[in-house]
């Protein structure tokens, strides 16, 4: 079973603050995502990466950074938030070889700005 | 660039009777289509995934239905049991050379009713 963790899983921050969310995949997978989802919509691409040390933009970058220091971990990073990223936050994980994409989320975790 | 709309966003069925959820997406390349639960407070969890040549897809209680001609998936619960009460989100996979971002529907809340 494929398995993809994150921490925290839930955390208030005040704005202007750094927030760093962590995502740890142990399916030995290439690709990583984070993505965010907020009431009413669907989830949304923030950052996504294919390799170590390497990232890319989603469809809603702005306001984000992400790190990928390792195959295994890929961080989402707030230089300074903002009420408007409270929402809650998936990571997931793929692996094209496979020919089919099935991308593996983590649990969550709920950002509470203030 | 491309949609996914999704519908119905709520749907409250009785225990026993069956319930369908519809997505229409706007690219006709080649793709493929997942449908996730999500449970709350939880990650999403993978229930069906169809490749674009598929027309059909059952498994578990759960019928796919993919509608080239109109742009349509579908998923049919048959005989909903309170269990099967979660979100449910659609999305496709574009083929795209080598983008393997989802493109996410908004969402169906299910409730099913003892």
């Known amino acids: 079973e494929a398995a993809v963790t994150q921490s925290p899983r839930s955390k208030v921050a005040v704005t202007g603050g750094k927030v760093t969310l962590s995502c740890h995949q142990t399916?030995?997978?290439?690709?990583m995502y984070w993505y965010r989802q907020d009431t009413g919509h669907g989830l949304r691409l923030i950052h996504y990466?294919?390799?170590?040390?390497?990232?890319e933009k989603g469809d809603i970058p702005d306001g984000y950074k992400a790190s990928r220091p390792s195959q295994e971990n890929f961080s989402l990073i707030l230089e300074l938030a903002s009420l408007s990223q409270t929402a809650v936050y998936f990571c997931?994980?793929?692996?094209?070889?496979?020919?089919?994409?099935?991308?593996?989320f983590g649990p969550g975790t709920r950002l509470l700005v203030l | 660039g491309e949609q996914v709309e999704q519908r119905p966003p709520h749907l409250s069925v009785p225990e026993g009777d069956s319930a369908v959820i519809i997505c229409t997406y706007t690219d006709s390349a080649t793709a493929y289509f997942y449908w996730y639960k999500q449970e709350p407070g939880a990650g999403l969890q993978l229930l069906m995934s169809v490749f674009s040549n598929v027309d059909r897809k059952e498994e578990q209680g759960l019928t796919v239905l993919l509608n080239k001609k109109d742009k349509q998936l579908s998923l049919n619960l048959t005989a909903a049991h309170p269990g099967d009460s979660a979100v449910y989100f659609c999305a496709v996979s574009w083929a795209t050379g080598g983008n393997n971002k989802l493109t996410f529907g908004q969402g169906t809340v299910l409730s099913v009713i003892p």
């Open positions: 990466s294919y390799v170590a040390d390497s990232t």
């Open positions: 997931a994980s793929s692996d094209p070889g496979l020919g089919q994409d099935t991308q593996y």
């Open positions: 399916n030995n997978h290439d690709y």
